[in-house]
């Protein structure tokens, strides 16, 4: 068997040839010949622009995190107002490409029902195929965007736990020292009552009464700051449950999707059903029509034959 021989400057000269016996210029035939060398990129549709937009916002998203990741979760990095503003970028960032993923679902949508017959039976196979491959990238942004959110989820677990440990030994060291402030009226009272003989009358009442007046204080600002502490808490745990609901909602939204693709295959079962259904009517109806015929033939051939003998 010989070798394959490379014909394509052959097949450049027979362009060339065609070209000038039409009658094309040499600036003309100069861009036909480079079209050879230099291909022009193919043009992209709105969906696969959008699409590429997504995931390049998804990507931005990935490297601010990255980026951001040590100032967020070292508290001796940055303030609590500094990493509340990468938290509200952050957030804002995956809005916008949740946003952009469901404007892609709108548009498959949109395609899908345009696409229908009047019997709600795709036209061509063709775009069917091309819908279920939009549903595959749609799919795949999703899955993107919810692994981004789930290490943003996981250094948001880390700071509320900080936070969460932060506040705990706090009010432990208040209860220690609320019983050493007790510890020390009582000492102060023994101290008092031993020169009791020593100090006038009027002085002795007056400290009381200052006394008391300091320790009700006293007692009344470590309750408000108990339950200011419990308040920080408490809403600490209620905004990390609030992210731990989002996250378990966008992974009902995966499955949403899952179904959404099982629900797309038993369409196309049931396209091949109503097909096959065609099918069995059409062959029915001609052996129908073979038995006709057959009858016809069979009573002309008898009343033939009778005539004949």
């Known amino acids: 068997m010989g070798k394959a021989k490379d014909r394509t400057e052959d097949f450049k000269d027979a362009v060339r040839h065609a070209a000038r016996s039409l009658g094309y210029d040499e600036a003309k035939l100069a861009s036909i010949m480079a079209s050879f060398i230099i291909h022009k990129p193919p043009q992209r549709s709105p969906f696969s622009k959008a699409a590429l937009m997504t ?15 040590k100032d967020y979760t070292d508290l ?13 970028e952050v957030s804002t960032f995956i809005k916008t490409c949740q946003e952009q993923i469901d404007i892609l679902k709108n548009s498959i949508n949109q395609e899908e029902e345009t696409s229908k017959g009047w ?33 943003f989820d996981q250094l948001r677990a880390t700071r509320f736990q900080d936070a969460i440990n932060k506040a705990v030994p706090r009010r432990k060291l208040n209860r220690v020292t609320r019983k050493d402030s007790a510890e020390t009226s009582k000492s102060g009272e023994m101290e008092l009552r031993e020169p009791e003989d020593l100090q006038a009358e ?22 408000l700051l108990d339950t200011v502490q419990e308040t920080e808490t408490k809403m600490v745990e209620m905004s990390a449950l609030n992210h731990l609901m ?5 992974q009902q939204a995966q499955q949403i ?28 109806s001609s052996s129908r029509t073979f038995l006709l015929l057959f009858l016809f033939v069979l009573t002309f051939s008898i009343l033939f034959l009778d005539w004949y003998s």
């Open 55 to 69: 995931l390049e916002s998804i990507g931005e998203l990935d490297q601010f995190l990255s980026k951001h990741r």
């Open 76 to 88: 001796h990095r940055t303030t609590e107002k500094e990493r509340d503003s990468i938290e509200h």
């Open 119 to 151: 019997l709600g039976i795709a036209t061509t196979k063709s775009n069917v195929d091309t819908i279920a491959h939009k549903h595959g990238v749609v799919l795949i942004l999703s899955e993107r965007l919810h692994s981004v959110t789930a290490q």
């Open 202 to 223: 009027p002085l002795r009442v007056q400290q009381q009464l200052l006394d008391d007046e300091t320790r009700a204080l006293q007692v009344e600002l470590t309750s």
């Open 246 to 250: 989002s996250t378990h909602v966008l």
């Open 257 to 284: 999707e899952h179904l959404y693709e099982q629900a797309v295959e038993a369409t196309k079962n049931v396209e091949l059903g109503n097909k096959e259904l065609s099918q069995a009517i059409q062959r029915n």
